[in-house]
């Protein structure tokens, strides 16, 4: 690749390198903000003939996320409503988009670091298994031998680990894409973190493999992934209530405490508005901005009292004390907090424990517990390269080699009871769409299939 000519002499069109906006974001952001410069990934990055470099860190971990496999898939994941049923249902995708528009917002706001919030909006559900927080729980429940449906002894359960899908979003970017000579995406840690933490997380939880080099295990996270996790709540109350307000009644929506501060502010607005479907969509709006407001307020006291405490007047400052920062920085007010509290619990009665959401859930269970049963039971249904992949894990003969007169003794040797092959179903199950799950479902136990195994 020929190398990149540079502007000679004096131009109207600035000629930004990775040197030249790492010092732009020194110069804009403000002390208590991530610094691109400072940021460490575990390998290298390979030049792979490029001559010129106009991304920072962050910027680089941004794109490496959108260009994955697991971001394209999110287009098939579930968020509330099963996607098919309608073509205005969020999806996974539609949710992540939604989630980075609203933490970008937040960061500038605080003058905090955009491109960091942006790239772990951007991977915090890159974890997530099909049919949405309902597939992820009974994938949980079976590894941890609290499916009655699929019984694990304690000592195996041990060893193989729950599921959550923030920590599965770790191991998506640091071991599952495929995409370099090395394993995974070889993100920054900041990015890392900030995917880990944007829900809740614990130092012991049990999750077998996420290398907590760089995660900062001891603090309650950097600013722009607290950002991010408020993002993902505010999004999610608001698109659920959106997505759901043909099973409530709106009146009802109307009595939340929220709904009405909302009214409020809109004053002679919403009087002068008829039209139930442009209420809607005022309501909607008015909530996420009277709540991300509230945040952005709220957050620059906290933050202020906390530099004060701290005696943080520099960068350095603020880095000196990073691995060790309070998780409530970026935060509500009480009145903000009480808001939200109401807005989640009215969503979880309407609408997440509706009749609809619970048929929803019910073919969750019916599905995800019967392929990884089916899987478990008989590996010769899995494709091929998840065979390959636990081959060469497991240092195994791969099980299509295996003569048949083998294969039994073969599956219960080296399959049956090992944690790795569990944590491969499980790998293989949370990284599938609903239509791929579906369509594996249809092929395994449909008398006649409408697909060929292994086609979505």
Known sequence: ???????????????????????????????????????????????????????????????????????????????VFIPFEGDHYRTRLTHTLEVTQVARTVARALGLNEDLAEACALGHDLGHTPFGHSGEKVLNRILTGADPSFPLDGKLAAQVGAFKHNYQAVRVVDALEKRYEHPGLNLTNDTREGILKHTTWRRDFPFPDVDGEGLNLSSGGHLEGQAVAWADEYAQQAHDLEDGLTLVDFEKVLALGLSKAVVEALGPAWAGVTDATVRHGMLIRGMIHLLVTDLITSSRTSIGRWLDAKSVKTPNDFYAQRRKLPGSLVAPSKTGQRFYDELKEFIYQHIIHSYRVAQHDGRAQLVVLSLFSAWYRNPRLLPDYVLLRYRDLAGVTYLRDVPLKRLDAEIAANYHRKPLFLRSIADHLAGMTDSYALSEYDSMFSAYPRHAPGTP
């Open 1 to 79: 690749m020929p190398p990149v000519s540079e502007p000679s002499g004096r131009s109207l069109v600035p000629a930004y390198d990775k040197k030249a906006l790492e010092a732009l974001e020194d110069e804009r952001l403000a002390v208590y903000a991530s610094r691109a410069s400072r940021a460490v990934r575990r390998y290298p990055v390979a030049e792979e003939g490029k001559s010129y470099d106009y991304r920072t860190e962050y910027q680089r971990d941004r794109d490496r996320i959108v260009h994955s496999r697991a971001f394209r898939r999110l287009k098939h994941k579930t968020q």
